[in-house]
Nanobody, 114 residues
Framework: VQLQASGGGLVQAGGSRRLSCATSMPFYRFNRMGWYRQAPGKQRELVAYITSGGSTNYTDSVKGRFTISRDNAKNMVYLQMNSLKPEDTAVYYC?????????WGQGTLVTVSS
């Protein structure tokens, strides 16, 4: 199973960016898909997730600014990031879980300049 994240780059504070994650396995096989991030010198943290039933959850620091969504037909998961702040700078990772396993994609770097 492969998760391919894309969409990172350099963005100014206050700007927006959309991350995409393509899965090689049909989305319905995942119980949950989400985005994590790891800033320099910090531990990896959960940013947001979406369940197979469509429920979403966000870490407090991104609530109201980030939106996770999915396209079942395309086996894609997205993270729309608005009102970006320098503290959002991190490598963002796509993650998926099934009943049997947990899968990580490669990271995509988002740099927010002040």
């Amino acid at each position: 199973v492969q998760l391919q994240a894309s969409g990172g780059g350099l963005v100014q504070a206050g700007g927006s960016r959309r991350l995409s994650c393509a899965t090689s396995m049909p989305f319905y096989r995942f119980n949950r898909m989400g985005w994590y991030r790891q800033a320099p010198g910090k531990q990896r943290e959960l940013v947001a997730y979406i369940t197979s039933g469509g429920s979403t959850n966000y870490t407090d620091s991104v609530k109201g600014r980030f939106t996770i969504s999915r396209d079942n037909a395309k086996n894609m998961v997205y993270l729309q990031m608005n009102s970006l702040k320098p503290e959002d700078t991190a490598v963002y990772y796509c993650h998926g879980t099934t009943w049997e396993n947990s899968y990580w994609g490669q990271g995509t770097l988002v740099t927010v300049s002040s």
